[in-house]
């Protein structure tokens, strides 16, 4: 038998307890992943044409079943999303935010696990994230949602190289050091060791010059406020089927505005600009062949059809407020009489 002076064997102990205590108590990037895999969906819709992916992923930010994802493609129809456990809803589009590339969806379901969206959770250079998404669309039912691991190689602002990736979006981004924006992986969530969320995977970046990819993702702080907003419906609102139309010889219509669009010929054909008529109230505003109408006084645009519709409650005395995509650029235009 050893015989320890009191002190010392309390020293002892406490080296041996305290990294097992710290052990214990420090989160693990395997806890973080699960704890993120349970708030990550797979969102399913529009596509197939062009080789273009009929997927992309996204993340409950609500109990309620509110879902931030990346405005695209896939949204121009009414999605389909799967949750971690296998559940599928039809979800529609609350709103979104084109100057973001964000939407929110929603889904008839409660009591959901989901991420608090914080402005404190701040990445910074060299923390350890985790990248949790639907790429390459391998998670179709129960199987959990993919995980990458990797860091933050910079925080800069994209509108830095603006010219050199095609993109609506300026502002701050965090450069991931990981193979991230893969197809199918826009909308899902970046997370800290924490399990909290710090990102939203963007859409995939190319450079156009030298062919590089970038990896990226929105800071949860550039959003955070728009999912807000749009949740509280306090931005783009879809149109109210039930909201009263002005008779036909009152309101504002394609003709009034001076605006011919490509064929419609689908069952939600885009809203996309085919010519502009001389000296009307659309070319005064210089809105162009192509332009991609998104916003009309802040109603959100589904298509042709939609936009004949929203037209129809406005008084043709009133201007007209778009948000147009031009390219890669979203413009605000005015349209009014002279």
Do not use: C
């Not at 108590?25 to 395997?30: I, T």
């Not at 939407?103 to 985790?130: C, H, M, R, Y």
């Not at 991931?176 to 924006?181: E, F, H, R, Y």
Request: negative net charge; proline residues 5%.
């Amino acid at each position: 038998m050893i015989d320890f002076p009191s002190g010392r064997v309390i020293a002892i102990l406490m080296l041996v307890w305290l990294p097992m205590a710290s052990a214990l108590a420090e989160p693990s990037l395997e806890q973080a992943a699960a704890h993120a895999q349970q708030r990550v969906v797979k969102i399913y819709g529009a596509g197939g044409l062009s080789g273009l992916e009929a997927y992309q992923s996204g993340f409950l930010v609500s109990p309620a079943g509110h879902i931030a994802t990346a405005w695209s493609y896939v949204l121009d129809v009414e999605p389909t999303v799967i949750l971690d456990d296998g559940r599928r809803f039809d979800a529609e589009i609350v709103g979104f935010e084109p100057s973001l590339e964000l939407a929110v969806l929603k889904i008839d379901a409660s009591d959901l696990p989901f991420f608090e969206v914080s402005g404190d959770t701040n990445a910074q250079w060299g923390d350890p994230v985790i990248a949790v998404s639907n790429l390459f669309g391998i998670a179709t039912g129960r199987e959990p949602a993919s995980v990458m691991q990797g860091s933050v190689a910079a925080v800069t602002t994209l509108d830095a190289r603006r010219g050199t990736f095609k993109t609506a979006y300026r502002g701050q981004v965090l450069i991931l050091d990981l193979v991230a924006n893969n197809p199918g992986a826009a909308g899902g969530a970046v997370v800290n060791a924490n399990g909290e969320l710090v990102g939203m995977l963007g859409k995939e970046l190319r450079d156009a010059s030298t062919g590089v990819w970038l990896n990226y993702a929105l800071p949860a702080a550039a959003f955070r406020k728009t999912i807000g907003d749009i949740i509280a419906g306090r931005v783009v609102q879809p149109m109210d089927d039930s909201e009263p139309k002005l008779p036909r010889d009152q309101s504002h219509s394609l003709a009034t505005l001076g605006l011919v669009m490509v064929p419609d010929v689908l069952e939600s054909t885009p809203a996309y600009v085919d010519h502009v008529v001389a000296d009307s109230w659309a070319s005064r505003a210089q809105v162009r062949t192509d332009d991609l109408i998104l916003l009309i006084n802040g109603r959100r645009v589904e298509g042709q059809r939609s936009l004949r519709n929203l037209l129809r409650t406005i008084d043709r005395r009133d201007p007209v407020e778009l948000t147009i995509q031009r390219n890669s650029e979203i413009i605000p235009i005015t349209l009014r009489a002279k």
